[in-house]
């Protein structure tokens, strides 16, 4: 019995940004659990069972991948981005914790191109310098510590990049968000949007805080909140390019 | 005369962690210029032109990478990692924004694997929640700066990753910053040392904060350093793994 799990992230979409270690991991899985979109990009093949599920289901689904590995079998589990950013390899760990039973369980976590990566190369280098990434969702943790962490970030000077901006079930949490960087950083900081990088739909926007409006966003929109370094360099008929220079005031540069 | 230059990410050094986007534009390029240990590990080609220089020459090399390009050749310029993370992607805006006469150059940047995403994987996912990247070299800001962003986000409880944490030339400024931790962060909270990872000597030590010795690190070590939320799992004689619960104290879940 040598089952194995691999917790693979499979990037923001475009197959061109998949690693040759998932690439490998699936061509020789036995089977393929996850969200049933990210199960959807796996290339179909002979002999490889498909397991996708719901959204809402990531401990049962990392239950139900430790038992398939200990029972001998080739898991993967895939996730958009990197697994560890925002994804299941926490929810593997935690239901690993729960179930002495799986520790000795074979686990590999196969990084992936997460989606602050692939939207700031799309608009430049605007995480050119210190950033922090912070989930804007309020299901697993308290507003009030969002918004402690909103604003220590900008406070200090951090680049900020926001996953789980919006949903139908959070409509007001990225307005809100807006509001409380607008009252500490300038009204001219860039804000990025950017949608489905990679992907045949990508949309990449740059706004400014002044006036940027939340309600342009999505549920598959990564946002770049820059900081007071952060600059964007116009280049007449072509996108705009924003970047965070590689000093930070006060250098001894 | 159309040249264009790609701002391309090797990832940590393993070529099973090179995406295929890189892996095309080496394939194409006429010029390949970089830091010459990042040069080296571009494979070898007929037709292709190698422009290896020295560490400190960011701003030369990206000069000299966007008047290649504008002469009509197919540049890329390699970083280890993500270009756009402590890496040339910033320095290549530097040089664009002082230079106008190169605006019309067609830039891409080529996200890849950054050192945090690898050591973490290696870890288990201790960047499961919100977190934070700082680079702990005072070359380029002052170091009141760095002091004043580690304490800001440890006292908002981000998981910490610090690029460039060590080096002859800046030998006392990791056990500093471990010192700044102590003094908010419990004792036990985990420290990764991620040395290398992906490549034959890779090397993943999991310390605790308490009792860390930042002598250890060198350039090529990642550090990640956990919130007070981030968990140890011990497997007897297989590595401990170390995580990020996707949800935070005060949780509503």
């Known amino acids: 019995m040598t089952g194995s799990l691999s917790i ?11 690693t040759p270690e998932v690439s490998a991991a699936l061509a020789c899985a036995t089977d393929v659990l996850g969200y049933a979109p990210y199960v959807a990009r796996v290339p179909a093949r002979e002999g490889v069972r498909l397991h996708p599920s719901d959204n809402r289901m990531e401990l049962q689904r990392a239950g139900e991948a430790l038992r398939l590995a200990s029972e001998g079998r080739d898991v ?5 981005g990197d697994p560890g950013v925002f994804a299941m390899a926490a929810a593997v760990f935690e239901a690993l914790e729960s179930a002495p039973q799986w520790r000795e369980v074979s686990i590999r976590v196969l990084p992936g191109i997460t989606a602050m990566l692939a939207a700031a190369a799309r608009a430049g280098a605007p995480l050119g310098h210190d950033f922090c990434a912070i989930s ?20 200090a000077g951090f680049v900020i990049a926001l ?8 409509p007001w949490q990225l ?3 807006f ?10 900081t860039p804000v990025i949007f ?5 992907r045949p739909d990508e949309r990449i926007d740059v706004h400014l805080l002044a006036e940027v409006d939340a309600q342009k966003a999505d549920m598959a929109t990564c946002i770049i909140i820059g900081s007071p370094e952060t600059r964007i360099i116009r280049r007449g008929d072509k996108p705009s390019l924003v970047y965070t220079p590689r000093s930070a005031s006060g250098s001894k540069a």
């Open 163 to 170: 996953y789980n901006p919006i949903s139908k079930a959070r």
């Open 76 to 80: 993967v589990m895939v996730s958009s």
């Open 136 to 155: 804007l969702s309020d299901n697993l943790k308290p507003w009030d510590l969002i918004e402690l962490r909103l604003l220590a970030a900008a406070g």
């Open 175 to 177: 307005g809100r968000a």
């Open 194 to 198: 950017g949608r489905a990088a990679g």
């Open 8 to 18: 693979a992230g499979l990037g923001p979409g475009d197959a061109a940004l998949v």
């Open 179 to 188: 509001e409380c960087l607008a009252a500490i950083l300038p009204g001219t």
